[in-house]
Antibody
Framework: EVQLVETGGGLVQPGKSLKLTCATSGFTFSNAWMDWVRQSPEKQLEWVAQIKDKSNNYATYYAESVKGRFTISRDDSKSSVYLQMNSLKEEDTAIYYC???????WGQGVMVTVSS | DIQMTQSPASLSASLEEIVTITCKAS??????LSWYQQKPGKSPQLLIYDATSLADGVPSRFSGSRSGTQYSLKISRPQVDDSGIYYC?????????FGAGTKLELK
């Protein structure tokens, strides 16, 4: 059974940092291209970042709205993907989903609230 | 970035109707178009991929089509369980972009 479990969300003040972790199982993680997608309180879905696999040199891509502030990374030995979020803004408040859009695997999501 | 203009924003339909939701791409996307259904508190569930292919386990009352750069999701004789929010997603180019969503209520 495929599982993606996100952790690390919570309430954080503007300007602070937070790191999300997505632990996966049930598929060949090392071959997967992994994404983070977020959903605003208004229910709008937004792709955030992608990291490809080793054969694609672990290439990373980011939405313009997070470029320079967020960093996606992965550890194939732990079948995990991460999202380091720095300089958080109130507009980053959302549910963050770990997903492989290409393979259609989704986690249950984790809430991140940025507020003073 | 490719813009996906989804309509309508909300829809109330009876169980006897045919429901149609559309997404118009701002440029050609070569059928790299998926449709998702989302229920409250759940992650999006894939219904259609590559514009017209039904995902595993999805009922045959769901179908996808294309006309030019406009893509459509059709639900024939919807069931009460089909209530939720529907999104399109283009994965032709980075960044992948979603439509704004269509909230479907069955009456």
């Amino acid at each position: 059974e495929v599982q993606l479990v996100e952790t690390g969300g919570g309430l954080v003040q503007p300007g602070k940092s937070l790191k999300l972790t997505c632990a996966t199982s049930g598929f060949t993680f090392s071959n997967a291209w992994m994404d983070w997608v977020r959903q605003s309180p208004e229910k709008q879905l937004e792709w955030v970042a992608q990291i490809k696999d080793k054969s694609n040199n672990y290439a990373t891509y980011y939405a313009e709205s997070v470029k320079g502030r967020f960093t996606i990374s992965r550890d194939d030995s732990k079948s995990s993907v991460y999202l380091q979020m720095n300089s958080l803004k109130e507009e980053d408040t959302a549910i963050y989903y770990c997903t492989s859009i290409l393979w259609d695997y989704w986690g249950q999501g984790v809430m991140v609230t940025v507020s003073s | 970035d490719i813009q996906m203009t989804q309509s309508p924003a909300s829809l109330s339909a009876s169980l006897e109707e045919i429901v149609t939701i559309t997404c118009k791409a701002s440029q050609g996307i070569d059928d790299y178009l998926s449709w998702y259904q989302q229920k409250p508190g759940k992650s999006p569930q894939l219904l259609i991929y590559d514009a017209t292919s039904l995902a595993d386990g999805v009922p045959s009352r769901f179908s996808g089509s294309r006309s030019g750069t406009q893509y459509s999701l059709k639900i024939s004789r919807p069931q009460v369980d089909d209530s939720g929010i529907y999104y399109c997603l283009q994965s032709y180019s980075t960044p992948p972009t979603f439509g704004a969503g269509t909230k479907l209520e069955l009456k």
